[in-house]
């Protein structure tokens, strides 16, 4: 059983700023690529960071110079550092990571999510 849980959601005004986080606890062999993802009422969701277990990161061009992923990976916990925020950054906020976890007889590598935190900023 692995299970995420978010952290630090809320409401800002324009220009401010938030941080996310995201640990994961359960039966964890190892977590490979860790990410944020966002949806905002009525689309669909899409992909916001990406880091992977070396430390490479990629963003949605949207978020490029605002936002910053980071993770530590003694902790199990992916991070995401909201600045300079907008009113279109809106949205209910997800963290997803790809775990490796091991049975009694062979590894299994699945995606799992968190339960989502909204992020609402104001104008």
């Known amino acids: 059983q692995v299970q995420l849980v978010e952290s630090g959601g809320g409401s800002v005004q324009a220009g401010g700023s938030l941080r996310l986080s995201c640990a994961a606890s359960?039966?964890?062999?190892?977590?490979?690529?860790m990410g944020w993802y966002r949806q905002a009422p009525g689309k669909q969701r899409e992909l916001v960071a990406v880091?992977?277990?070396?430390?490479?990161?990629n963003y949605a061009d949207s978020v490029k110079g605002r936002f910053t992923i980071s993770r530590d990976n003694a902790k199990n916990t992916v991070y995401l550092q909201m600045n300079s925020l907008k009113p279109e950054d809106t949205a209910v906020y997800y963290c997803?990571?790809?775990?490796?976890?091991?049975?009694?007889?062979?590894?299994?590598?699945?995606?799992?999510w968190g339960q989502g935190t909204q992020v609402t900023v104001s104008s």
């Open positions: 359960g039966s964890i062999w190892s977590i490979n690529a």
């Open positions: 997803n990571m790809r775990i490796t976890t091991r049975g009694s007889t062979y590894f299994t590598d699945d995606d799992y």
């Open positions: 880091i992977a277990r070396g430390g490479s990161t």
